[in-house]
């Protein structure tokens, strides 16, 4: 299999509705960018992050931020569970961040999650960046919504240790919840690991539903030379 590399990513925007989602959903690939290329950019919005649990977002954040460049944890207030009453708002918010967050990376939600807070962000992703890279994570819940990704990101057992412990650590108001184990998050890693034959067993998966190729100077020229469009000119 051929595989994709993220070494020309300067900048990546983490985009989640509450807290935890992206730690969950891509916080192994983000370790894992970070170590490989240290000094990226990295802007983290997590859209519902109420006084309780904005300390443990912002904590958790910082940490798997760790290696990044220039880093800003943006924390929002909108209600958990009704971000389709706030659409108008968050679309306003949207539009205010394309202009000040340029990035070669976005991760956001999936656009079939069954949460109706995670859909929005995911639609809204889509209708703000219409010229970027977006790789959509995936959440575990009692919904059973996961589908069948088609991006693979393969992650040392070590990775995906530290991604758990870390999440283990910070976020202790979630404890409590039946579906917060140490247990869900290695099930899925090594699930997705198996479905791409990860040589580390492990991996995260997202839904990639564009991605477009570039050529390098050296084959333009020759294409330009030979190009039947440009004999119809
Ligand atoms: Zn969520």
């Given at each position: 299999m051929h595989d994709f590399h993220?070494?020309?990513?300067?900048s990546i925007l983490c985009l989640g509705a509450h807290a935890d989602d992206l730690e969950i959903g891509c916080g192994g690939t983000l370790l894992k960018i970070l170590a490989n290329h240290p000094g990226i950019d990295v802007h983290w919005v997590v859209f519902s992050a109420s006084e309780s649990r904005a300390h443990e977002a912002t904590a958790s954040a910082e940490r798997f931020m760790e290696l990044s460049g220039q880093k800003q944890v943006t924390l929002r207030d909108y209600r958990d569970s009704f971000f389709p009453a706030f659409y108008g708002s968050i679309k306003e918010y949207f539009e205010q961040i394309k202009d000040e967050v340029r990035p070669d990376l976005i991760f956001t939600h999936r656009?079939?999650?069954?949460?109706q807070d995670h859909r929005v962000i995911a639609e809204l992703t889509w209708c703000a960046y219409r010229d970027h890279l977006i790789l959509e994570y995936e959440i575990p819940k009692y919904e059973g919504d996961l589908g069948t990704p088609n991006f693979f990101v393969p992650l040392e057992e070590s990775v995906c240790r530290h991604k758990i412990k870390t999440i283990m650590e910070c976020f202790k108001s979630q404890r409590e919840k039946r579906w917060f184990s140490a247990v869900t998050y290695w099930a899925l890693l090594r699930l997705r690991g198996l479905e791409c034959n990860s040589p580390t067993r492990f991996a995260e998966a997202f839904y990639c539903r564009k991605m477009r190729v570039s050529w390098n100077s050296h084959n333009r020229s020759l294409l330009n030379q030979t190009s039947p469009c440009k004999s119809e000119e």
């Open positions: 993220f070494d020309d990513i300067r656009r079939e999650d069954m949460h």
